[in-house]
């Protein structure tokens, strides 16, 4: 059996990137966020994915599945807005192009969490990776993936993230003085 599991996410989730964005969001205030809202994204909770390959171990299940969710098309913008709500916070979202985050090397995945290119390759890629954060997961659905709702996740994550030492070493995200200046210099692009 091979299962391609996406972005897994949940509490004690180390890598620090969705953490990061609840996290940031919860401390209010103009929040830089990358590219489109309505770019799809992928995220499956470690618990539900779990849950999902003991049952196919114990049906003896083989194949190989895309191990990604939700079930329904998610998109940067509503888990943003996901983190808001959950956080309860004022954050505001100001969207701003993949080239200007490209044009200023905003580094994908880790500086600028959950944010895989659309319109420009990686470094040393020759073509952007579109699609990396879409992919089919009907297989997997057919075969008895389900996915807890998001909002619990996000509620899971954030009870979490607020029980860690605020010195803690975070692995992902931009420094706040840097999005700070970005977005000032986003401004002057812009008017």
């Not at 003991?54 to 940067?76: F, H, R, W």
């Not at 895989?116 to 008895?144: M, Q, S």
Request: hydrophobic share 35%.
């Amino acid at each position: 059996m091979s299962i391609r599991a996406g972005q897994i996410v949940g509490p004690y989730d180390y890598t620090d990137r969705l953490p990061y964005w609840l996290k940031r969001i919860a401390e209010g205030g103009e929040i830089l966020s990358p590219g489109r809202p309505g770019r799809p994204i992928q995220v499956i909770d470690a618990r539900d994915l779990a849950q999902w390959v003991i049952q196919l171990i114990e049906k003896n299940m083989t194949g190989t599945y895309n191990a990604v969710g939700p079930d329904y098309t998610l998109t940067m913008g509503q888990l943003l807005e996901g983190c808001k709500k959950v956080t309860r916070s004022d954050a505001d979202f100001t969207w701003v192009s993949e080239k200007f985050l490209n044009d200023n090397k905003v580094e994908p995945w880790g500086e600028m969490p959950l944010w895989i290119p659309e319109e420009f390759p990686l470094p040393g890629a020759k073509e952007p990776l579109n699609g990396f954060l879409a992919v089919d997961n009907n297989k997997a659905i057919n075969n008895g993936l389900t996915f807890r709702p998001l909002t619990e996740t996000l509620e899971d994550i954030w009870n979490w993230e607020k029980g860690r030492p605020k010195s803690a070493n975070r692995k992902a995200g931009i420094h706040r003085q840097h999005e700070s200046d970005l977005l000032g210099l986003w401004r002057q692009t812009v008017d």
